[in-house]
């Protein structure tokens, strides 16, 4: 069974970093991971990926302050936000990619993060 587990979300505060992991399980290591978040009243927003061989991309507007990056040996992804303010309050999900043909096919069940001023 394919399972994505997201971890680390709480309360952050404002100009400090979040860290939040994304453990996959029931599937090979040669799939693509990206990262989203919800923000409370608002759409989900793509904010970066890595791939399977290990080449990362991040959303423009993130780039900056953003870093994806994996463990292979424990099936573990990480997304590194800094300098947040309170607008990176928001549900943070992780999904596997499946191709062009199905997009994103399995999601976590997300993790709020909340950034207090």
């Known amino acids: 069974e394919v399972q994505l587990v997201e971890s680390g979300g709480g309360l952050v505060q404002a100009g400090g970093s979040l860290r939040l992991s994304c453990t996959a399980s029931?599937?090979?290591?040669?799939?693509?991971i990206g990262w989203f978040r919800q923000p409370p009243g608002k759409g989900l927003e793509w904010m970066g990926a890595?791939?399977?061989?290990?080449?990362?991309y991040y959303s423009p507007s993130l780039k900056s302050r953003t870093s994806i990056s994996r463990d292979t040996s424990k099936n573990q992804f990480t997304l590194q936000l800094s300098s947040v303010t309170p607008e990176d309050t928001a549900v943070y999900y992780c999904?596997?990619?499946?191709?062009?043909?199905?997009?994103?096919?399995?999601w976590g069940q997300g993790t709020q993060v909340t950034v207090s001023s």
């Open positions: 999904a596997r990619w499946a191709g062009w043909d199905a997009g994103y096919d399995y």
């Open positions: 890595i791939a399977y061989s290990g080449s990362t």
């Open positions: 029931g599937f090979t290591d040669d799939y693509s």
